[in-house]
């Protein structure tokens, strides 16, 4: 039984503090009015009291925090619900691309609420935030693996979002997630210094590839690959492409929409969020145009302009993965008969054309508005490796420019 043993007064607008004892000990709690609904000020205002602090100065502060919800004519909740609870209706409330959500929900499931999902919002702190990502680095992975960078940062974002939105709806008044003094989650740098080698053909390399799968396996999927290759465009995107978006007469094909593949049949905007149109090679659009009327002796309706390019037979849209799926066993094809030519994967295809342009002495600038990278700084992050040739050739030219 509680016994209420001291009692400080403040005036009605400004709270009241309280002290009474329990079992464990003296315990301080707060009262104050609030406003029944900000939104309709003419419901009146009720009693709010929270309990439960070990000192007077910790209910004070609390109090003052609550004094400024009021001021600002924010919400109060009775019971803080815990970041479980209160994440599950965030993911539920938002409307993001299917591919954005399944990342969202992933690492909201697999390492925040393990770890801190049983927390009341307003009990999650800075050092707890930090420690859950030094856990998640060392091992937050299966049968304590450590995590990626990649993936702890990813996480962070996805805390972050959760608890700026807790803020908004006043259960919180700062974000631990957001304290850079004492959180610190991985970095771009970390991440770059985590990624892997990346795995390109040289020209010869692809130019076997080619010849090998159209002559040779006589391959069904050889437009596919060709164009992936020619463009340097995402999987996704090349799958998307309908026979309205190439422009025979001026060799141009315009990227409108990407294969989505969190949801099977569904596409979606470009990743870089808008359409791009590109120019291409005279081989290309007269293998494309090839393909063209050999879909239309299948049927009709595969060459009219809203059919897939690279669609099945019946129309329907090919799914990204399992045509990732397709490239691994023709990898596996292609080893056999070109036991020199080393496997990649299909998204290397890109990095495989980017980088030959770029060794070509491409502008950066072209490349970049042909993989549709949101700026030239992505470009040359992930193409730095090919930085050193650039300069060589550069000095080379400049010198054979004076002399």
């Known amino acids: 039984m509680m016994k209420q043993v001291e009692k400080r007064s403040r005036r009605r607008g400004k709270g009241s503090l309280q002290s009474y004892t329990t079992k464990a000990g003296l315990r301080w709690r707060f009262q104050l ?34 004094i400024l919800k009021r001021k600002n004519d924010e919400k109060f909740h009775g019971v803080t619900p815990t970041l479980a609870e209160y994440g599950a209706d ?12 399944k990342g969202y929900r992933r690492q909201f499931n697999n390492y925040l609420v393990p770890h801190l999902g049983a927390k009341p919002l307003d009990k999650i702190t800075g050092p707890a935030v930090g420690k859950l990502y030094k856990l998640l680095r060392e091992r937050g992975g299966k049968d ?12 962070s974002i996805t805390l972050a979002a959760i608890l700026d939105a807790a803020m908004e709806d006043g259960f919180i008044v ?13 970095t771009g740098r970390d991440i770059r ?3 892997e080698e990346m795995v390109t053909w040289t020209a010869e390399q692809l130019k076997a590839f080619i010849e090998w799968d159209r002559d040779v396996y006589e391959d069904e999927l050889f437009p596919l690959w060709f164009t992936l290759a020619r463009t340097g465009m995402r999987r996704g995107e090349a799958l998307a492409l309908q026979w309205r978006d190439l422009d025979f007469k001026s060799g141009r094909i315009s990227i409108r929409r990407a294969a989505d593949s969190a949801t099977r049949g569904r596409t979606k905007v470009p990743k870089s969020g808008g359409a791009r149109v590109i120019d ?13 009327s050999t879909r239309g002796g299948i049927a009709l309706d ?10 099945h037979d019946d129309g329907r849209l090919r799914d990204p993965v399992l045509i990732s799926n397709r490239w691994i066993r023709r990898m596996a094809a292609a080893n056999k008969a070109l036991p020199d030519l080393p496997r990649i994967p299909l998204h290397a295809l890109r990095h495989t054309h980017a980088t030959l342009l770029l060794q070509l002495g491409e502008s950066p600038k072209v ?17 730095s490796h090919v930085n050193p040739t650039m300069q060589r050739a550069a000095a080379d030219r400049f010198a054979a420019l004076l002399e």
């Open 174 to 186: 700062k974000n631990p997630a957001r304290l850079k003094k004492i959180v610190k989650a991985p």
């Open 302 to 311: 595969l060459a009219r302009p809203t059919a897939f390019i690279f669609g």
């Open 90 to 101: 965030w993911l539920d409330a938002l409307t993001l691309e299917p591919s954005t959500m």
């Open 367 to 383: 490349v970049q508005e042909r993989l549709g990278h949101a700026s030239i700084s992505i470009t040359m992050d992930i193409y």
């Open 280 to 292: 291409a090679d005279a081989q290309l659009m007269t293998t494309l145009k090839t393909l063209k």
């Open 33 to 66: 009015w609030i406003p029944i609904d900000p939104e309709q000020p003419e419901l009146g205002e009720k009693k709010y009291s929270r309990g439960g602090f070990a000192t007077s100065d910790e209910a004070d502060d609390a109090m003052q925090e609550a």
């Open 193 to 195: 210094a985590e990624r």
């Open 144 to 155: 304590g693996a450590p995590l990626s960078a990649n993936t702890v940062n990813k996480t």
